[in-house]
């Protein structure tokens, strides 16, 4: 007899486990247990989608005939991790073989590689996870001998694999990417989507009862709580977004807009992260909708873009790389993460509303997160395992080897340029240009040296400044510090005195 185990986000009837195992012989194991759900202090919500869609998933499995062990949170149980509990499964039923995908974490799988077999006396054999279009190998075989690793190239080969938005061999619309066509603002039409409402279940309303009871202190709030739990739901979400959101996804992609928290954006990240919908099955279905002529090419090129394009890539440069990835600081940075990244509160606008969305629903989309957040510990030389954790904490879809390179590479530039060729770096003219948010802050988008200014802008010229050595050659820099040399001495003075003033108050802003 096997035991298969299988994480919190492996909730998939396509997983290589399920494939290996015998329903008629073998045992799964499922397990809640204290040290992953608290190694850091994740979302409330974010612990109670993965717990009740495991739950969920467990009875998907014994529908089907197979023989699960189920481990429930106990904060009083001795058994706090996840060996611990597969050592008793292990003792109590004899197991002569331990059966798991690979997981989603350099942490995890470096203690199920080099400990477990030892540990448990048993074999344990670990399957490649063949759910993502490309795997770790296949990536590393990519990546030989290239300088630099560009999403872009990387994109066209995952294109040309899968075959979306293919004809003859050549991109449909004679070109591979469409994002120039991606970065409108949102005006108020057309009009925002409906919402979809799902219902909850008595393992829904149990696990939520768990959390707030045993997850207090940890962050985010739990009356807001919209998320799917069932792959049925999953579904139905994907549906939704195919209907309403995907046709104007494209165009309002970037855009941001005040009190409202989901414009067009598909909200399934968290739900393929965990295993309820797979990526191919989200591309094929935006796919068709572009064949039906239902939604247009710009959307669906962009949509598809994300998922087999960035999300493949920075997978495979998370396994390519770590574990020295995760400790890349290549600006030097070592200022502390601010309190207002964990009360929420603060004067300017932007980031109290990106906030706000971030602890009520475990979300902010991909502008509010590298834009506003990110780019404002870019800016103010946060130290980038900081943001990197907390960005893990608070997010339904963030998972290690999603979130590191992300926060890392693309929002830090940590490491170098290793990811991105250039600092996603901006002043508040960027937030202003994509948004409403400046119409509701005290701050004055249009100054950067006087007090009230808004604090994007000098301490955007102040990163500039203090890191020209870095920056200086690049060739994508070269306007900006062209721009900045061609200020006036008094202008940069002021500049530089006020970001200096903004960086030694950072609670106050």
Known sequence: MRIGLILGDQLSHSLATLRVLDPAHDRLLLAEVWDEATYVKHHKQKIALIFSAMRHFAAELRAL?????????????????????????????????????????????????????????????????DRFVCSSAEFAVWAEGRRQLRMEFFYRDMRRKTGLLMENGAPVGGQWNFDTDNRKPYAGEPPLPPSLELERDRIDNDVLAL???????????????????????????????????????????????????????????????????????????????????????????????QIIGWR??????????????????????????????????SRMACMRECFRNTFDHAYAHHIQRLMVTGNFALLAGIRPQDICDWYLMVYADAFDWVELPNTLGMVMHADGGYLGSKPYAA???????????????????????????????????????????????????RMIYRSYDRMAEAKKAALQQRAEWLLANLDEL
């Open 312 to 345: 493949e890539y920075v997978r495979g440069i998370y396994w390519l790389r770590m574990p020295q990835y995760a400790q890349e600081n290549r600006l030097g940075n070592e200022r502390a993460l601010p309190a207002m990244y964990w009360h929420g509160e």
């Open 65 to 129: 005939g197979w023989q699960v062990d189920y481990h429930h949170f106990d904060p009083d149980s001795e058994v706090r991790s996840l060996g611990a509990v597969l050592q008793q499964q292990i003792d109590h039923h004899g197991a002569a073989e331990v059966i798991l995908t690979r997981c989603g974490e350099y942490r995890l799988q470096r203690e199920i590689d080099n400990d477990w077999p030892d540990r448990f006396g048993v074999p344990v054999r670990v399957y490649e996870d």
């Open 427 to 477: 002043s508040g003219n960027y937030i202003n240009r994509m948004s409403d948010y400046c119409r509701h802050c005290e701050y004055n988008v249009r100054s950067a040296t006087d007090a009230d200014s808004c604090p994007f802008n000098s301490l955007y010229w102040h990163f500039v400044e203090r890191h020209r050595e870095q920056f200086r050659v690049n060739p994508r820099m």
């Open 211 to 305: 959390v707030e009871a045993h997850f207090a202190n940890h962050p985010g709030h739990l009356d807001r709580f919209r998320w799917g739990t069932t792959r049925a739901q999953a579904q139905a979400v994907l549906e939704h977004f195919i209907e309403h959101r995907l046709p104007w996804f494209g165009d309002y992609q970037d855009a941001m807009v005040y009190g409202e928290d989901f414009l067009f954006h598909s909200l399934l990240s968290p739900y393929i992260n965990c295993g309820l919908l797979t990526p191919l099955e989200v591309c094929e279905a935006a796919e068709r909708a572009y064949w039906r002529g239902d939604a247009p090419l710009n959307a669906v090129e962009g949509f598809i873009r």
